[in-house]
């Protein structure tokens, strides 16, 4: 039998959720898939800027698109928005774990380890991997019951390593000065875990889980934390955000069949050194 390579990449018919899907990079996923041919549930806090992101996603690529406001760390309420999901759209094959959260209170979050409240700590765990669980409960469960489907969740390179705090002095992030907190590391982490345990649970029931980690980003950070941050990477710069969007790509794709339980990094070679 002749295998179409190009047509294991094509997503026409299925049914995708992206959670953060009006963030930086959940905005380039919904497109990617979108432009392959999948219809698109975008999940975040405001229905406004959801159904702004959706509506564009339609407009471009004729394809259905709909926006959900919902809350990740309520499992009511992720159970109610996936019904509503199916209703609309269809039963869920391709999701994008991705949703991840700074905190209301920027400061707390960028406190040193020494001052860092319990009450951050937890707030940011309830969305980085408690929610990361409830929605995988939620969506993955249903894809188990059917006996097809394929998740990608998104960690960090800081999951995978820790950060280097020299590149920080003099850094910013949107005018403010940054560092990367012990929990977004833990909370990263976590989802790698998380995703090697779900792979081999659900893996008899056809659903693949698999971890994308991206490297930095560029996203508002001033030039100095651009320099020192792309002196450590071994293709010399930050990465944009749609060299992401390939990888989750092929990871939702059929090209992927046989791939489960791996974390991607996509990290400019960082891991490597």
């Not at 259905?64 to 928005?81: H, K, M, N, V, W």
């Not at 707030?123 to 019951?145: K, S, Y």
């Not at 002196?231 to 944009?240: F, T």
């Amino acid at each position: 039998m002749t295998t179409s390579y190009k047509a294991l990449f094509a997503l026409t018919g299925r049914i995708a959720a992206v959670t953060g899907g009006c963030g930086i990079l959940g905005r380039r996923f919904a497109e990617g898939l979108a432009e392959l041919g999948a219809d698109v549930a975008i999940i975040d806090l405001d229905q406004a800027t959801a159904d702004s992101v959706a509506s564009e996603l339609a407009s471009r690529h004729s394809v259905r698109a709909r926006g959900y406001a919902c809350d990740i760390t309520e499992p009511l309420a992720l159970r109610s928005t996936a019904d509503a999901i199916e209703a609309d759209l269809g039963p869920v094959s391709i999701l994008l774990n991705n949703a991840a959260s700074k905190t209301r209170d920027v400061d707390a979050f960028f406190a040193p380890v020494e001052k860092f409240s319990q009450e951050t700590w937890r707030e940011i765990m309830a969305v980085n991997l408690d929610g990361m669980f409830n929605v995988a409960q939620v969506f993955g469960g249903r894809m188990a019951e059917r006996g097809y489907g394929a998740i990608v969740q998104t960690a960090s390179i800081y999951g995978l390593m820790a950060p280097d705090q020299r590149i920080y002095e003099g850094s910013e992030y949107l005018g403010r000065a940054i560092n990367t907190p012990a929990v977004y590391t833990a909370s990263k982490a976590g989802v790698i875990g998380l995703t090697k345990h779900l792979a081999t649970y659900w893996a008899a029931k056809g659903v693949r889980v698999n971890t994308l980690t991206p490297g930095g980003v560029e996203s508002g950070q001033n030039e100095t934390f651009k320099a020192r941050y792309g002196a450590r990477i071994p293709l010399g710069r930050m990465a944009r955000a749609d060299e992401m969007v390939g990888a989750m790509l092929f990871l939702v794709s059929d090209a992927a069949s046989y791939v489960t339980g791996q974390n991607i990094a996509v990290d400019g070679g960082l891991s490597a050194w």
